[in-house]
């Protein structure tokens, strides 16, 4: 068997069936493909509608777990070569799985591969999300490349990554208490056994909704607390794996800095805190993300950490999170805003 195509799936009745029709819907021959479908103990009617496509596709039931279990569960039954994920709210570009397939045939060396994305909205036309050039390679034995990935990690996010299973074998088990963003405890530890490749192509449409478990725009503290648990959990389980893989400190300090501040900022939202620890979370985020700084912004982010200082941080997260809903951020303008350290990304209308 030379494909298996991983989806899972969780209360998916409005989406399953997309999904599985853009997989049976890709530009190249599928015979030699198989196609799992893990359901995560959906409560809805996405077994029926899953069992009403066999025996194209294979159906593969389990108790509710969350997203790590349902991997560990659907890889243990696949028999490709290669493996390529698919959520069971998202759905394919027609050339997705050729393309993927013919990168890895052409780069033996290679371990995994992502690609851009389309952002498809409940209303409105999806934005295409690339990355300049042609492709990106790296992997994670440089600094330079460690810095790198946290602002391309989202182009090895489930549906769109691919990876040999000889790397998985490598990486197996995912922690089971990575209830979601389990693909990223995947899609970190690969480019440190073998080089990864980003194709400048959007090849798949990653659902964005109200059911979104990682992915909210409104604020959610239950919702924000499970964030930070899985964020504080790959933290954890990750360092220790890559330091079993030989990644340096400065590696994995790289790698996880703006992981640190978001689950810090969370932390203190939901929890409180000490507001020299709200100074410290912030005044390292204004250094990871920005460079070259005018006179005018430095004062701004002044006044904002001066802030820190005198509010309780769950006073300061609330009404931070009150200046960006009200859209007030395009304030910033008149400062001068400067360039973020590292802008990978471009948009192309779908």
């Known amino acids: 068997m030379k494909v298996t195509v991983l989806i899972d799936t969780y209360n998916h009745e409005r989406f399953i069936e997309r999904a599985i029709a853009s997989v049976l819907a890709q530009d190249m021959p599928l015979d030699d493909v198989e196609i799992l479908v893990v359901d995560d103990g959906s409560t809805d009617r996405t077994p029926e509608l899953i069992r009403s496509l066999e025996p194209r596709v294979r159906y593969l039931p389990k108790p509710n777990g969350g997203q790590a279990s349902a991997f560990n569960f659907g890889f243990a039954h696949a028999r490709g070569e290669i493996i390529a994920t698919l959520d069971g709210d998202d759905r394919w570009a027609p050339e997705k799985l050729r393309r993927v397939v013919e990168t890895l045939d052409a780069n033996p060396g290679v371990g995994i591969v992502g690609h851009g994305f389309y952002e498809e909205h409940s209303h409105g036309r999806p934005d295409g999300l690339v990355l300049p050039g042609r492709e990106y390679r790296l992997d994670l034995t440089s600094r330079q490349d460690a810095e790198l990935f946290p602002h391309v990690a989202a182009f090895f996010g489930t549906s769109r990554m691919t990876v040999r299973k000889s790397v998985l074998d490598r990486i197996l088990p995912v922690p089971e208490e990575l209830t979601i963003e389990a693909d990223e405890y995947i899609f970190t530890l690969a480019p440190a056994i073998c080089p990864a490749i980003i194709l400048n192509e959007p090849l798949c449409y990653y659902g964005l909704h109200a059911g979104n478990l990682f992915q909210f725009g409104q604020y959610d503290p239950e919702k924000a607390r499970r964030k930070m648990n899985v964020l504080e959990a790959l933290i954890r389980e990750l360092s220790a794996k890559l330091r079993g893989f030989g990644a340096s400190e400065e590696i994995i300090g790289a790698l996880f800095r703006g992981t640190r501040i978001e689950a810090g900022r969370i932390r203190l939202s939901l929890d409180g805190g000490s507001p020299l620890e709200a100074f410290s979370v912030e005044r390292a985020a204004f250094q990871v993300a920005y460079r070259q700084a005018t006179w005018r912004y430095q004062l701004f982010r002044m006044f904002v950490l001066l802030q820190t200082l005198l509010l309780p941080p769950r006073v ?20 001068g805003e400067p360039t973020r350290t590292v802008q990978v990304v471009e948009r192309r209308p779908g």
């Not at 997260?317 to 809903?325: A, E, F, I, K």
């Open 316 to 335: 300061f997260y609330r009404l931070r999170r009150w200046y960006t809903d009200k859209g007030l951020s395009r304030l910033r303008g008149w400062t």
